[in-house]
């Protein structure tokens, strides 16, 4: 992909509108989504699951950045979010996801 043909995802405006999170949730969604995408636009990768684990692999599990539980979980749930709720599809309503957002064993185990 070149320069010229990088997309930013619409995924913030699905996120404002999505109804399932708290204030605070929607801000550690916001922070971990915006640095996915900057880190997508970097690295010239198109928006999908093996942008997700490159970056999941490279910048949230590093070995000289140690993690909480608690933002792994969060970061991991926020990863999901975008990968069934957000544009350029809409195929499903944001309101819709959030039925099954959290169900599953350990949130940032599809990007291993």
Do not use: H, Y
Not at 10 to 29: H, I, M, N, Q, Y
Not at 58 to 69: H, S, T
């Amino acid at each position: 992909m070149s320069a010229s043909t990088k997309t930013r995802c619409c995924w913030r405006r699905d996120l404002a509108d999505f109804r399932g999170l708290t204030d605070r949730e929607r801000s550690g969604f916001l922070l971990v989504l915006e640095w996915f995408e900057n880190f997508r636009l970097r690295s010239e990768l198109d928006a999908g699951r093996d942008a997700a684990k490159l970056f999941w692999k490279q910048e949230v599990l590093r070995a000289d950045r140690p993690r909480e539980k608690w933002q792994l979980e969060q970061w991991g749930d926020a990863m999901q979010w975008s990968r069934k709720g957000r544009c350029p599809t809409r195929s499903k309503t944001v309101e819709n996801i959030s039925n099954n957002l959290f169900s599953r064993e350990t949130p940032w185990s599809m990007f291993t």
